[in-house]
């Protein structure tokens, strides 16, 4: 006798079903966590010493590997731009075509790829854990606001310092560019940095920063919601924070998309 349940036409829709009802699922506690961490902040339900403490690990934790990334990746755009320019004359444009890509997208998206890989999974993973092991639930059970004392100050760290940590990688990526400038194409540093100045405008540098904002607020708040709704044991805890990581990626590169269309389109 044919059973439906068993082809493998059937077996694909039915995974694509459950796909698309998690994606719509996690939207939607994603809004709604959204909603209530913003009435938390509005109403001054936050908790100053976790906010401090989640600041520490949002701003100094990601900071070593912010600044060796955004270096490493505009030490070799410089290294292939550089001698090119040199090539047609234009080895003078180096410094305003390293601070426009620097600027405007480099350091912001690769600090912000640095923060998910070490503090968001760290976010999704430490509260995966708790909602396990039912820590959240108690918090519930005793009356305890567990989004006012465990999303909200990750939330608020996420937008007060990744622009920070957007600045010193900016800067730090600037630097690199123009030493290996020096190096590959025999710029002198003075024309390097008298350049930069060219490419550099207020209303870009406060773009970014804006941008670099909603970047750090949106990985805590998937981080957080990942980690928050998570349900059964080890295995699940893994789940959830590859689950944010990628929520995380798939967030900022979408945050870029709106940004540029919207501010330079």
């Given at each position: 006798m044919f059973e439906l349940n068993k082809t493998l036409t059937y077996q694909s829709l039915m995974l694509l079903k459950g796909e698309i009802e998690d994606f719509i699922a996690t939207v939607g506690n994603i809004g709604v966590i959204f909603v209530e961490v913003?009435?938390?902040?509005?109403?001054?339900k936050i908790n100053f010493k976790e906010t401090i403490e989640q600041s520490k690990r949002f701003a100094f934790d990601s900071l070593p590997i912010s600044l060796t990334i955004v270096g490493m990746t505009s030490a070799i755009i410089a290294m292939q731009l550089a001698p090119e320019l040199a090539k047609q004359g234009g080895a003078d444009y180096t410094g305003t075509l390293s601070a426009l890509v620097m600027v405007r997208e480099l350091a912001t998206i690769m600090s912000g790829f640095a923060i998910i890989?070490?503090?968001?999974?760290?976010f999704a993973s430490e509260l995966a854990s708790m909602a396990v092991t039912e820590q959240i639930n108690a918090m519930t059970v005793l009356k305890v606001d567990y989004i006012s004392y465990l999303i909200v100050p990750r939330f608020l760290a996420g937008v007060v310092f990744m622009p920070c940590v957007f600045i010193l990688s900016a800067v730090f990526g600037l630097i690199c560019a123009g030493y290996v400038s020096n190096w590959c194409a025999d710029l002198s540093l003075l024309n390097y940095?008298?350049?930069l100045w060219h490419g550099l405008y207020l209303r870009d540098i406060?773009?970014?920063l804006l941008k670099?904002?909603?970047?750090?607020?949106?990985?805590?708040?998937?981080?957080?919601?990942?980690?928050c709704f998570t349900h059964g044991g080890a295995k699940e805890v893994g789940l959830a924070t590859t689950k944010a990581v990628v929520w995380s990626f798939l967030g900022i590169a979408v945050w870029d998309f709106i940004f540029a269309s919207f501010f330079y389109l």
């Open positions: 913003v009435k938390r902040i509005f109403s001054f890989s070490m503090v968001g999974s760290s940095y008298t350049s406060f773009i970014a670099a904002s909603f970047f750090g607020g949106t990985i805590a708040l998937i981080s957080c919601v990942h980690g």
